[in-house]
């Protein structure tokens, strides 16, 4: 089992960065493909961005290409998601996931993080 707790939400200016972390406990967190979800209010929870176990293989929404990235450190038991050029459209709750497999999925995921919130202003 894992748990991950989410960090690194709050308010920024359109056109800004921030820095979501994922720490996960529990079991290695290089036995998991990890990812970034998103729900904004009134939306459907959407893919972000996922990573391979040993981070060899990532994949990203269209919608964030070029902008946001993910990376994880396996020594630290944590997961990253680099934002930048924020807008509001990037408005919404993010969620950490995980999944026990090296194979990169948009949907199916084990355990998720309860959540952090970014706001962004125009």
């Known amino acids: 089992q894992v748990q991950l707790v989410e960090s690194g939400g709050g308010l920024v200016q359109a056109g800004g960065s921030l820095r979501l972390s994922c720490a996960a406990s529990g079991r290695t967190a290089s036995d998991y493909t990890m990812a970034w979800f998103r729900q904004a209010p009134g939306k459907e929870r959407e893919f972000v961005a996922a990573?391979?176990?040993?981070?060899?293989?990532?994949k990203y929404a269209d919608s964030v290409k070029g902008r946001f990235t993910i990376s994880r450190d396996n020594g630290k038991n944590t997961v990253y998601l680099q934002m930048n050029s924020l807008n509001p459209e990037d408005t919404a709750v993010y969620y950490c996931a995980a999944r026990l497999s090296g194979l990169i999925s948009i949907t199916m995921y084990e355990y998720w993080g309860r959540g952090t919130q970014v706001t962004v202003s125009s």
């Open positions: 990573m391979s176990p040993a981070g060899a293989n990532t």
